[in-house]
């Protein structure tokens, strides 16, 4: 996997304070989106141990609220893998922290993967530039879904995360 940046103390991308990996490689390639640097799966750097160890710090941090995986496309065929084996450590080493996940890909797509497991928080839906409305939290445009990952599971219907 590879990676563009690892972002300290973010409050836009998810509840509280946040460590952001901005993945590389994405096949939705939205138009207007804010990142398209992130669309080659080469480009950036490689998400080696030195980087793994960086996010782990951050994650050390009592007042970090949690990780928000985006990019890029976190699902992403060459980044599914290391991001479901990374999620699933920081679930285990950090249970009180939360998990967030950026995709284009929709719930209906993706629900049944192995990552969704240790989610908190899903943001599905490409970014639709004709639906852009930036008084919206922690999504780019109208059709996008901000969903509790657990309940939805728990409950077999969307329920979607409340500000």
């Not at 207007?32 to 750097?45: A, K, Y």
């Not at 969704?116 to 839906?125: E, F, K, S």
Request: net charge negative.
């Amino acid at each position: 996997m590879r990676f563009h940046n690892i972002t300290k103390d973010d409050m836009l991308n998810g509840d509280g304070l946040r460590v952001v990996l901005w993945v590389s490689g994405c096949n939705h390639c939205c138009q207007g989106c804010q990142n398209p640097i992130t669309w080659d799966p080469n480009g950036g750097l490689l998400f080696d141990q030195k980087a793994k160890e960086e996010v782990m710090r951050e994650l050390d941090k009592e007042y970090i609220s949690g990780i928000t995986f985006s990019g890029g496309d976190p699902l992403h065929p060459r980044n599914l893998s290391e991001v479901t084996e990374l999620a699933k450590e920081i679930r285990e080493r950090y249970p009180r922290k939360t998990i967030w996940l950026y995709t284009g890909s929709m719930w209906e797509e993706i629900q049944n993967l192995e990552v969704v497991r240790y989610l908190d928080v899903l943001v599905d839906g490409e970014f639709i530039a004709e639906k852009l409305d930036k008084t919206l939290h922690w999504k780019g445009s109208a059709n996008q879904r901000v969903i509790e990952v657990q309940e939805t599971l728990r409950t077999g219907k969307i329920v979607l995360h409340e500000r």
